[in-house]
């Protein structure tokens, strides 16, 4: 008998509750990530993964950001999934411009999702966010 690895839900302050479906957890998760500022806790502050605070902090560098960005997506979606995996990739106009194409797949009861945004930075600040796929469907 094989035994399914526990669904673990994401709370949502909406009709939705608890969310569990793994195309909806991870669009859940990803705005959670987008809004999420490092000062709102201080007792869960290394815990809190930020996507404002990443740029402020590595916004200036896009090889660190690119790096932290992967690392810290990865480490937060696996608290969520079985498995999460994160791929990052710069496009520098050579200026203080430049866009992260960011591509995820999670995996949730062995099926992989995938979702992928890009990310538009201009002087350490986030300028757009952009869906390239947000469909859910398994890769």
Do not use: C
């Amino acid at each position: 008998m094989l035994l399914e690895t526990p669904i673990i839900p994401v709370p949502s302050l909406s009709v939705a509750g608890w969310v569990t479906a793994p195309a909806d957890k991870a669009d859940l998760l990803m705005s959670h990530f987008f809004e999420a500022e490092k000062s709102q806790t201080l007792l869960y502050g290394d815990k809190v993964t930020s996507l404002p605070w990443l740029v402020q902090q590595y916004g200036h560098n896009i090889i660190a950001m690119t790096q932290q960005l992967r690392t810290s997506l990865e480490v937060y979606l696996a608290r969520y999934y079985e498995g999460a995996s994160v791929e990052v990739t710069p496009k520098d106009d050579g200026g203080t411009r430049y866009e992260l194409q960011v591509y995820i797949q999670v995996t949730q009861n062995g099926k992989p999702y995938s979702v992928g945004k890009l990310l538009q930075v201009n002087n350490s600040k986030i300028q757009k966010i952009i869906s390239l796929n947000n469909n859910g469907a398994s890769a």
